[in-house]
């Protein structure tokens, strides 16, 4: 299993992540502060290209609201999706939808949720592929599911995480 994105990604717990799939080795090449361009480029570098990923996780996005127009951050995870089918083939691969962030999970709600929409309509049908958005579960903040700074998670919020991935 191959976990993508961001620090969301980077601090999901691998024995989480491990009871999911029992049996499965975990790589991550996630990285804090990462944006959808920068997990592009990680990709197409083919730095990569010699692992074989049963299953891919994505969690990328958040790092690029305000920062650029929805419709580019929604293409480019659309692109990620389509360079990582092509070039290892996963069985499944689960893309998740930015989560809410900031008081009250409202920092950029309205592009947040074009990007996920569009995202999630971008991959509908697609065979192998998963779209997960958590919305009823994750806009709570701030509470149990986040930390202080409303962005990262808690154990709680990863288990929420995990338990969408089952």
Known sequence: M????????AAWPRTLLESTYPGRRVAKIAVSGE????????????RFDHLRPRTVIMLVGTNNLGRNPPCAISQGILDIVDDVERRWKPEQIVVFGILPRGAGGTYQASARSQINTAVRNGLAGRSGVRFIELDDRMSCAPCAPYRPDNTHLTTDGYRILTGALR
């Open 2 to 9: 191959l976990v993508l994105g961001d620090s969301i990604a």
């Open 35 to 46: 944006r959808v361009q920068q997990t592009k480029w990680k990709i197409e570098s083919g």
